[in-house]
T-cell receptor
């Protein structure tokens, strides 16, 4: 593993089903983030974690939950998927929580379609 | 909330120069980033400005005016591989990055 790994790459999901998107980083970054990217709206922050054991809500947290049991992993769960959650989801990490640092490193994304 | 505006699309010819403008209104300011994103791929870091002025990195330069809430990304000697979306992002009071919707640049031969 080098950088951030997201899984799955893509998924078609029936509405109402539960789904967990996985994100793992090997850079020992403290901060991790989940964004969704929709055409015309850009990247919007869903949830974040400044360090293992803590999480916070971003701009569009409804319908999503996260956990941060350790430094490396930051899964995103959709408890009961709805079609409006169709999007491309990016996980990102940063080595700094109190300054921009070197910016964010992004995973390759998960394309989720809810039908 | 955050308000970050950039043009939706721009087209330019190979070898030319293109300037992508970004204006922002945010809760505090701790730096402005530009990212490049090719279709179907992850965003990758291009530049970072925290003080007023121009930062140059090879063919790419980025400018910031904090008093005007304005930045631009300048792409020189355009190549076909520069066809991509360019994302303006601002780090605000809580150090989280807020992104503009992105500018899709198409380079034509």
């Amino acid at each position: 593993i080098a950088g951030i790994t997201q899984a799955p790459t893509s998924q078609i999901l029936a509405a109402g089903r539960r789904m967990t998107l996985r994100c793992t980083q090997d850079m020992r970054h403290n901060a991790m983030y989940w964004y969704r990217q929709d055409l015309g709206l850009g990247l919007r922050l869903i949830h974040y974690s400044n360090t293992a054991g803590t999480t916070g809500k971003g701009e569009v947290p409804d319908g999503y939950s996260v956990s941060r049991a350790n430094t490396d992993d930051f899964p995103l769960t959709l408890a009961s998927a709805v079609p409006s959650q169709t999007s491309v989801y990016f996980c990102a990490s940063s080595d700094s929580i109190d300054g921009p640092g070197d910016g964010y490193t992004f995973g390759s994304g998960t394309r989720l379609t809810v039908v | 909330g955050q308000n970050i505006d950039q043009p939706t699309e721009m087209t330019a010819t190979e070898g030319a120069i293109v300037q992508i403008n970004c204006t922002y209104q945010t809760s505090g300011f701790n730096g402005l980033f530009w990212y490049q994103q090719h279709a179907g791929e992850a965003p990758t870091f291009l530049s970072y400005n925290v003080l007023d002025g121009l930062e140059e990195k090879g063919r790419f330069s980025s400018f910031l005016s904090r008093s005007k809430g304005y930045s631009y990304l300048l792409l020189k000697e355009l190549q076909m591989k520069d066809s991509a979306s360019y994302l303006c992002a601002v780090s605000s009071n809580d150090y989280k990055l807020s992104f503009g919707a992105g500018t899709t640049v198409t380079v034509r031969a």
